[in-house]
């Protein structure tokens, strides 16, 4: 378990002070996959490199396993550092020595005889795909070859936690989906914790069960990766997960859609968000039966988050205020989000839609 308390870290230049962390507190539980997700600059590496004090806070304290990073003795914080593996973006293996090479230096302190070393090695690369690399140099792997030397050489010492800093970034998506795959795979094999430093939301989708959004050094909004999907509070946070979803590129063609374009004022746009079993129930053809509220559907699409479906649908719904308003209480009654969606007129004449959280509906 992983402990953060009121973190901050501020690192003076010049006349200026900069706070890159901002009273972080933190819990990341034994085999979390924990995100953080964030735009640049937000202060998501300098967090996370508090957890094994490669950063030390300036102010705050940093518990691993119960022990409290920040008072320990240079040597106990050598061995504290060891359960804590970490890899980057861009890999950061030495070109002049080989795949194997690189993971045995990971083991240059170990006392493991040689033999038991090598074997190692052979193990973790035979661990993350790559049994028949051994003896090449880093110039001759793709980059997603490149990232799996470098979590065979930071799983070396037997690490309890594994800080990944964007380490996908550098990588085509297919080749994103494979390393996040095996992340996964390692999570369960080892009982990992991973902390997943990223800037997009698609990567927490994919494999966290938690995830905090950072800005300006702070965490706005943390929780698990289902209910902050659902019910996401802060403007960054919806803004993260509208582009995950794919509901910007949606509302963006929605706005030449004919439906969209010729609205009445007997027609509201509305965004349906919805968790679980919802997703199962006749919901929509309900609303004519039960309020005469027709209902017609413009976008919809349902993920699969740590089996929970998760249903997104853009419709106009048509009748009445007075049967709309029912419609849409009822809905709510039954634990849909509905949010008013509206047309915006953008100074270059063309159109957009956009979810408008603050208007109440009708
Ligand atoms: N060693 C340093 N000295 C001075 N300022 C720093 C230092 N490291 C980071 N900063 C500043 O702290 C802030 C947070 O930086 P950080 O690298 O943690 O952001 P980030 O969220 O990881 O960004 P990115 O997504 O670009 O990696 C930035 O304003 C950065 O310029
Ligand atoms: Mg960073």
Redesign the pocket.
């Given at each position: 378990m992983i402990e953060l308390n009121h973190i901050n870290v501020d690192?003076e230049?010049k006349n200026t002070t900069?706070h890159?962390v901002r009273d972080v507190t933190l819990t990341i539980n034994k085999g979390d996959i924990f995100g953080i997700v964030?735009?640049?600059?937000?202060?998501?590496?300098?967090?996370v490199r508090t957890i094994n004090l490669l950063q030390r806070p300036t102010g705050g304290t940093v518990h691993v396993n119960g022990e409290d990073l920040l008072s320990l003795k240079p040597k106990n914080l050598r061995i504290a550092r060891k359960k804590i593996g970490m890899i980057f973006q861009h890999f950061n293996l030495m070109n002049e020595r080989t795949v194997a090479g690189n993971v045995l230096y990971a083991l240059r302190s170990s006392t493991l005889p040689n033999l038991e070393k090598k074997r190692k090695v052979t193990e973790l690369l035979t661990l993350v795909g790559l049994a028949d690399k051994q003896n090449v140099y880093p110039s001759q792997l793709s980059g997603g070859q490149k990232q799996r030397v470098g979590i065979a050489r930071a799983l070396a010492n037997d690490p309890e936690v594994l800080l990944c800093d964007?380490a996908t970034s550098a990588l085509d998506p297919k080749t994103t989906l494979a390393i996040l795959e095996l992340v996964k795979e390692l999570n369960e094999k080892l009982d990992l914790t991973i902390v997943i430093?990223t800037?997009e939301m698609e990567v927490i989708k994919e494999i966290c069960n938690k995830v905090a959004v950072?800005e300006n050094?702070a965490v706005v909004e943390q929780g698990s990766v289902v209910s902050i999907f659902t019910d996401p509070k802060e403007p960054l946070t919806q803004e993260f997960i509208n582009t995950a979803t794919h509901i910007d590129q949606a509302l963006a063609k929605l706005a030449k859609h004919p439906s969209v374009l010729n609205i009445r004022e007997e027609d509201s746009i509305v965004r349906l968000s919805f968790v679980g079993e919802n997703t199962n129930s006749p919901l929509i053809s309900s609303l004519y039966s039960k309020f005469t509220v027709t209902t017609n559907i413009l976008y919809g699409d349902i993920e699969i988050l740590h089996d929970t479906p998760i249903g997104n649908l853009i419709v106009t719904l048509s009748g009445t205020i007075a049967q709309r308003k029912s419609a849409i209480h009822y809905l709510a009654g039954q634990g849909v989000n509905v949010q008013p969606l509206e047309q915006i007129q953008l100074s270059d004449q063309s159109k957009v839609i956009s979810i408008n959280r603050d208007k109440h509906i009708l």
């Open positions: 690192f230049s900069i890159a964030g735009y640049s600059g937000a202060g998501k590496s300098t967090l964007e430093i800037h950072m050094g």
